[in-house]
């Protein structure tokens, strides 16, 4: 998927609004891999539903404005908190590489591994059969991180994959 900026109007396909007026900085819009030309907001919807439809994803981990971790697409329009992450060293090729693992809860109520290699953003995305995990909460008050508390999450997930 890429983003083209444009000076000529492009209609979303999805909802017909025009695209390059979609985002107050950014002109632009979204090809699906079919070769319809979307707006961020329905090529953020896309992904939901391709994530519920086939169970995995290529999403980004990246920080949000309070420095918390979060899972996305490339656009930004479409997030999940991460409720529980880890970094570790990855050997490879006989270096090492940072790796990291997060877990958030996918659009689907299902419990989401996350996991990035090395220094890309991009991160391959996976629904887990996982039922229950303790997290940091979302937000800081009791339970932030190093407090000692951890929230409860359960997957409401009730699909077969
Ligand atoms: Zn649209």
Known sequence: ?????????????????????QDG???GYATLPGGDKVCFDCAAKHEREAMIEDGHAILYLTHDTNGKWQ???????LTFPVIWWENSEHSCFGGYTQR?????????????????????????????????????????????????????????????K
């Open 25 to 27: 900085w950014t002109t």
């Open 100 to 160: 990291t693992d997060a877990w958030f809860i996918g659009p689907d109520g299902a419990i989401w591994h996350a996991k990035n290699i090395g220094d890309m953003d991009a991160a391959r995305c996976r629904r887990t059969r996982k039922k229950v995990m303790w997290g940091y909460p979302r937000s800081g008050g009791p339970g932030a991180m190093g407090s000692g508390w951890y929230t409860k999450y359960t997957s409401t997930y009730t699909g077969s």
């Open 71 to 77: 899972v996305g697409n490339w656009s930004g329009r």
């Open 1 to 21: 998927m890429t983003t083209t900026t444009t000076t000529n109007p492009v209609i979303c396909s999805r909802c017909g609004a025009e695209c390059s007026k």
